[in-house]
């Protein structure tokens, strides 16, 4: 049984097969991709046969071995599958939706389920659209960079900052262009400033002077705190002593009978 789902749902993914090469940057020919790329191979192994054609009784196609850009040329016979693990990637338009259970590829195929997840983000990019994006304060990035680094994030790019703070679908909002110029320089200032450092050609990551930064703005914080709450009791002390000197000049000027 496990077979023949496997098979079937191999069988209806490759009705419509991928491009060698799949657009991911052009958002004209994006927004038109409706087909499958489909794999499997070793369970928990990073071997993988991309299937190329069905046959009768096997499958044709391209065997990798690890995550290596070598392959080789293999014919995989039906009975094969009950040893591999199966991988279904359906592109359509901005979405990748993948499958790894067959039982549930034939299912969702059949009901067309692709087109409630692309509805579903279509509707949320849109009002997402609607929203203005703030530009976030120098310290609150500078928190998100050490807790992303302490996560082992280490990296950090504008993209990642802005992915981060607003969710992916900041790609495709308005302000797009100009929070990423925005914080393009915020990096260039925390780079001037120690609080970040170069690893390798392209690289930045957290530099120990982010923590002194972060410290002297929270012990800032904690002085003007302390400042307000001393201004605070201030007043409200200058507000008693204001009634009582109102009380006492009432007192003057209409002493009792």
Known sequence: MSIYLKQLAIKLA??????????????????QRDYF????????????????????HSFLGLWFEDKSSKSEERTIPNEDLAKYELLITHYFGELEIRYSKPLEFILK??????????????????????????E????HVLRLLID???????????????????????????????LYEYYNLMIASFLAGGEL???GQHELQIA???LNTLDAYNEEERRHGGTMSVQRWMLFVTFLVGIATAVQAYRALFPPP
């Open 208 to 210: 120990p002077q982010a």
């Open 37 to 56: 790329v489909v794999t499997f191979g070793p369970e928990g192994d990073r071997q993988r046969f991309l299937v190329r054609k069905v046959v009768p």
């Open 148 to 178: 992303n680094h302490l996560n082992g994030k280490s990296n950090v790019s504008a993209s990642d900052l802005m992915s981060a703070l607003y969710g992916n679908r900041w790609v495709h909002h308005p302000q797009q262009e100009q």
């Open 197 to 199: 450092t170069t690893a």
């Open 136 to 139: 976030k304060r120098r310290i």
């Open 109 to 134: 195929h059949f009901f067309k389920y692709e087109y409630f997840p692309y509805w579903r983000e279509r509707v949320g990019r849109y009002l997402f659209n609607q929203r203005t994006l703030d």
């Open 14 to 31: 490759m009705r419509k097969p991928a491009p060698n090469r799949i657009p991911l940057s052009d958002m004209a020919r994006v927004r």
